[in-house]
């Protein structure tokens, strides 16, 4: 496959948690804060609540990201046919086909019952991980595509 529908593939990153409420909010914001030019992440749930976690923003904030209006929205297959990798949170095996060749999992907990420390302290951790993830999957892209 070649041209623009290739690279909207190769450059998409998929994060799905069971709501879509809290850590692929949180990973989508912070991958499309910080990604090269060209590649972006969605977020999505395999049982979407009705709204996003209200502690979502201000822990955005702190990190100077500013989140849109947002409506949590269940994950569908085309989103998982389109993403060069699926991160999910617990629920891989819920996940529609397609993901499990190109999906890893991030085993943290989710936001039910912290308090805004503990949740701070899961936000830092996404981010260690999503520059990870920049760093192998974006970046070593880059190298090789020159």
């Given amino acids: ?48 609540a009705a709204s996003v976690n209200p502690a979502v923003r201000p822990l955005l904030k702190e990190m100077g990201i500013v989140l849109t209006e947002r409506i949590p929205r269940v994950v569908t297959a085309a989103m998982v046919a389109r993403a060069s990798r699926v991160v999910t949170f617990g629920c891989l095996d819920r996940c529609p086909i397609g993901a499990e060749g190109k999906g890893e999992d991030w085993p943290l907990p989710g936001a039910s019952g912290k308090t805004f420390e503990e949740l701070r302290g899961i936000r830092d951790e996404l981010a260690k991980r999503v520059d990870e993830l920049i760093r192998r999957r974006c970046l070593s892209a880059e190298a090789v595509n020159k």
Avoid at 13 to 27: D, G, K, P, Y
Avoid at 30 to 42: C, V
């Fill in 1 to 48: 496959m070649t041209g623009p529908h290739r690279e909207a593939i190769a450059n998409t990153i998929l994060f799905v948690c069971v709501e879509n409420t809290f850590r692929s909010v949180l990973s989508e914001e912070l991958f499309n804060s910080r990604a090269p030019p060209g590649w972006h992440a969605e977020s999505a749930g395999v049982s979407p």
